[in-house]
């Protein structure tokens, strides 16, 4: 299914603009050079567009400034400190493509307040691939925070030899608490990018070294292609099996994301990205997870020509939406030849709190019940001595055991980790926790020390007035409720469309399982436990990155175009959604990824073309369409390619686009296997309301597809 978005934008004329959204439609953030401060000196990243250009006389001729890095694979060029004077002198050198300071982007991980449309909506898989094995033979290339190798996730592959795939040339060097031992036929190459963001500036806790000192690439890298058959049990329940959707595919680990002393500090610098990326491209893997975004709305355009040199290359780029929605506008990592990602919300894990005849859902992880209980405020339970706010809130040692003994608490949220509220109940003696969030946030499921429900707001606080108002109250937790919200939805936080660029891309591409989701975290920065729920568009993105390595792997002759063509086209439909600017095609399907039947191709030299201001962005054979400027007549035409083995007939359907009529030239197609045929998309806007999006999709159905 293509989805097709119009959308219709006022100008002082009164113009309808329509954007048309064949296959996705999302967010998007502006590409935009940082600007530059009058500081004596900061890193940049400097491109080339002349290969022979020789790298050493021109930094002399600047005053041989400190190199961070030499790039020559998916970019030609360098990272070095420059001043402001340096800089100047290097724009106007005729071989010098772009100078760029270098900014800090962010791993994309949710933890910001979610509006309340899906705040009571948790989701989360413990399987998170398809068809079981997948990838095999596949590199993907995780840039990130690095990985916990000890984890069983990243586990040798029984049965395979312990080689670097054919045309692999990665490393595995020994650092801080890292062995080259640490690889193995699962993890085939371990390398850290630290110039940039400067090894004086990390944490106590970080690693000067693959090692993963957040847990967020080991929660990437297991998601995408942990092993299959991983069993979990956290907190003394069993969670079943676990799998990264391409188990068979080896990774490649790219640490480029740093812990600093300040949470705030923490990022990526695109001075280290893009050296990962660079050397990600020159070791020869397959796929790249970047599930990183700038929280600042920016893209490095730095970034932008690696993704393309390394699409040019044969790599897939799955990259991140970013957590910003729902605000419109908000994608980043919009260029099109990147498989942008956004995270929707998949399957429950929720419970209830059982109080005076009403049921009270939220997130819950634990299949424990709680059988009829007192329940307490913990503001009403505080220990000699303790704070009443210290009690509020369930800091450790703030709950008097005497009144908690127990009892269900009643703890709000905030100031301290979710966790460390349920150790503090369940140290007073407690038998249940009811998390009450504070403010619109989004509930969510925690492994915690006692049974516990977190719920929402206006919940919480009509939870909080019973307590009060009743003498004696009782409570119990039923861990099998769960309310009637339809699924898979568009995760609130996912960043949305449209897109810059005069609104003629679709952003995101697709979208995956990115809310609760179980995978292997870093036990240090997570309590000692090997795995854990994460939510965030990084999540999602892995599951692509992971779905990308399988296609890759069946469909060996494919470009990466393709595989994004196959992603997008048999995506499903989510709930509430069908709106590309938020989901795009909509949500990927593992099984019936790897025969779409139909194929969309787009060669690199269009995009170096779309780049160069040559080519229009409708005109790009995308499985997605966009029309920024519909003033009444827009034209586009798209290339599909039979890539299934036989001859098959194709009809073409229009869904949605209230407005605006679309027609279909010719509105059916007949390919041989191979054969590849043109059809035209004709739009003409009717009655469609100025100022707002007409969205919808364009499907073609054959006999088996």
Known sequence: MIAVTVVHHASTAAVLATTVVLGTAGPATATTSPGREASPAAVYVVALNDQRLAVDPLLRQIGSPRVLYRFGSALQGFAAVLTPSQVTRLESEPGVALVERSIKQHTDSASKPVPADLRE????????????????????????????????????????????????????????????????????????????????????SEYLSPRDG??????????????????????????????????????????????????????????????????????????????????????????????????????????????????????????????????????????????????????????????????????????????????????????????????????????????????????????????ANVRAAHVAPDFHAVPTVNLALAAADEVKRYVRRVAHPTASLDPTASDDVALPRVAAFSSRGPAPRGGHLVKPDVTAPGVAVLSAVAPPLDTGRRWDMSSGTSTATAHVAGLAAVVMAERPGWTPAMVKSAMSTTAGELEGAGRPLSAGAGQVDPDAAIDPGLALDAPTARFRAWLAGRVPTRNLNLPSIAVGELTGRSRVVRRVTNVSGRTETYTAHVHGLAGVDMRVRPSWLRLRPGETRRFAVVFNRRTATLGKPAQGYLSWSGSSH
């Open 214 to 435: 957040s847990g967020h690439g080991s929660r990437t890298a297991a998601v995408a292609a942990g092993d299959d058959e991983v069993r979990v049990r956290v907190e003394g329940q069993d969670f079943g099996e676990t799998s990264g959707v391409a188990p068979d595919a080896r990774i490649a680990v790219y640490k480029a994301c740093w812990s600093a002393p300040q949470p705030d500090d923490d990022g990526c610098t695109t001075a280290d990205t893009v050296a990962a990326v660079d050397r990600a491209v020159a070791d020869g893997v397959d796929v790249i997870s970047y599930a990183i975004s700038g929280r600042s709305g920016r893209d490095s355009r730095a970034l932008e020509l690696a993704f393309l040199n390394a699409t040019s290359a044969g790599v897939l780029v799955a990259a991140s939406a970013g957590d910003r929605g729902p605000a419109p506008g908000t994608v980043a990592n919009a260029t099109p030849w990147l498989t942008t990602v956004g995270a929707s919300v998949d399957r429950k894990f929720q419970g209830a709190l059982v109080l005076g005849g009403r049921r009270y859902v939220g997130a819950m992880v634990s299949d424990q019940h709680v059988r009829r209980a007192g329940i307490v405020l913990s503001e009403d339970a505080a220990a000699p001595g303790a704070r009443a706010e210290s009690a509020r809130l369930c800091r450790p040692g703030a709950l008097d055991a005497a009144v908690v003994q127990g009892k269900v608490v009643v703890c709000d949220r905030g100031r301290i980790a979710r966790v460390e509220k349920s150790a503090a109940v369940a140290r007073a003696g407690g038998v249940g926790m009811v998390l």
């Open 121 to 204: 909506a948790m989701a989360a898989s413990t399987r998170t691939g398809g068809p079981r094995g997948g990838g095999r033979g596949i590199v993907v290339g995780v840039v990130d925070s690095g990985i916990w190798p000890e984890n069983p996730s990243f586990a040798a592959l029984p049965d395979v030899d312990p080689r670097s795939p054919a045309g692999f040339s990665g490393a595995c060097a020994p650092a801080e608490q890292w062995d080259p031992a640490d690889c193995n036929s699962k993890i085939v190459s371990a390398r850290y990018f630290v110039n940039g963001f400067g090894a004086d500036n990390l944490a106590a």
